[in-house]
């Protein structure tokens, strides 16, 4: 019983709550697709940083190579000239003092010697800090490429979960959409449910309605001398008033409002209606016998007759809720 109760009393959501939610879903989407937007720029701008490194990498091997190479052939030379100078030393000294034509022929050519020695050591200390600079370099770019593949790597699963999340949204929003049209459509057909009901009650009065006394002269241009007039007793529920600014009346819901009613006039002016403007007694705004109503217009065609709880109403006006209450009536009132 209680779960009979309780179903009774759901009410399903309308399409403008319905609406609020698929725009929060679109917001969510669109959210998502600038975040998988900023992570497919890093992912790209990490995969050209990788590919510069690589590059710098094979560039910077050869060089460490070459320079392994220099260092060798530097060293190999300069042991041969060791070998060659000091292992037959004594022997050398003697050539060059006795091939020397001076003293000083002799000095410059040891000094020669010495000279040879000291370039062979500058020499290959140059190139090991060549080479060992060069090593350096190596395993810099090979760090750096390392942290370049993991964040890579972190951006790779962080697309993979965001193309998750984005099918999923987009499935949700496509959901949205649906329950909203359906909403929609539904809100429709009982719109015009109510509207045909409206309307057989206002073909009901209109047939109980007695005539006018023809010898009146007014015809409908004629206000009746009633302060309720337009049929009114044809409805015992509430009746809007200052105090009950929103009832439930006999087509819907009911409110009212209060502006210069003059263009309106015009406009019924111009569609053929002659009746007489005027303000009842209790401030409902009248145009011959019926009072002055603000509809949607799609649903009740302006110069309609409507049943309302303060009388039979003609559809003169229009406004925004009727958007979203296409059934809601909007009573000119001077209130």
């Not at 090991?128 to 972190?154: F, G, V, Y």
């Not at 009982?190 to 009065?205: F, I, P, R």
């Not at 053929?272 to 011959?288: A, E, H, Q, T």
């Not at 296409?326 to 009132?333: C, E, G, K, S, V």
Request: charged share 25%.
């Amino acid at each position: 019983m209680m779960t009979m109760l309780a179903q009774s009393a759901w009410a399903a959501p309308s399409s403008a709550d319905l609406k609020k939610d698929q725009s929060k879903k679109q917001g969510q989407l669109d959210d998502l697709n600038k975040q998988k937007n900023a992570v497919d720029s890093d992912l790209s701008s990490y995969i050209a940083q990788i590919e510069k490194v690589e590059a710098d990498q094979k560039k910077v091997a050869a060089q460490l190579e070459q320079a392994k190479a220099d260092v060798a052939d530097q060293y190999e030379d300069m042991s041969n000239r060791i070998v060659y100078m000091y292992e037959e030393g004594s022997v050398t000294m003697l050539n060059v003092l006795l091939e020397s034509q001076s003293m000083g022929d002799f000095l410059n050519k040891a000094y020669y010697i010495s000279t040879i020695s000291d370039y062979d050591r500058e020499m290959l200390a140059e190139l090991k800090e060549t080479s060992d600079q060069i090593a350096k370099d190596e395993a810099r770019l090979k760090e750096q490429r390392k942290e370049l593949e993991k964040l890579k790597e972190e951006r790779l699963a962080k697309q993979e979960a965001l193309a998750d999340e984005i099918a999923k949204a987009s499935a949700e929003l496509a959901a949205a959409k649906e329950a909203v049209a359906k909403a929609s459509a539904a809100e429709k057909a009982e719109a015009e449910k109510k509207l045909k009901e409206a309307q057989a009650k206002v073909d009901q009065v209109a047939e109980t309605k007695p005539a006018k006394n023809s010898s009146s002269g007014g015809g409908s241009s004629a206000p009746s001398s009633g302060g309720n007039s337009g049929g009114s007793g044809s409805w015992n529920g509430q009746r809007l008033t200052p105090s009950a600014g929103t009832i439930m009346g006999p087509s819907g819901k009911e409110t009212y409002y209060n502006l210069d009613m003059s263009g309106v006039v015009r406009i019924m002016r111009g569609i053929g209606n002659n009746d007489p403007y005027w303000v009842r007694g209790d401030g409902v705004k009248m145009l011959g016998d019926y009072v002055m109503v603000a509809a949607h217009l799609g649903l009740r065609p302006r110069g309609s007759h409507i049943l309302t709880s303060l009388g039979m109403g003609v559809v003169c006006d229009t406004g925004g809720f009727a958007n979203n209450n296409p059934t809601q009536l909007d009573i000119a009132t001077n209130w």
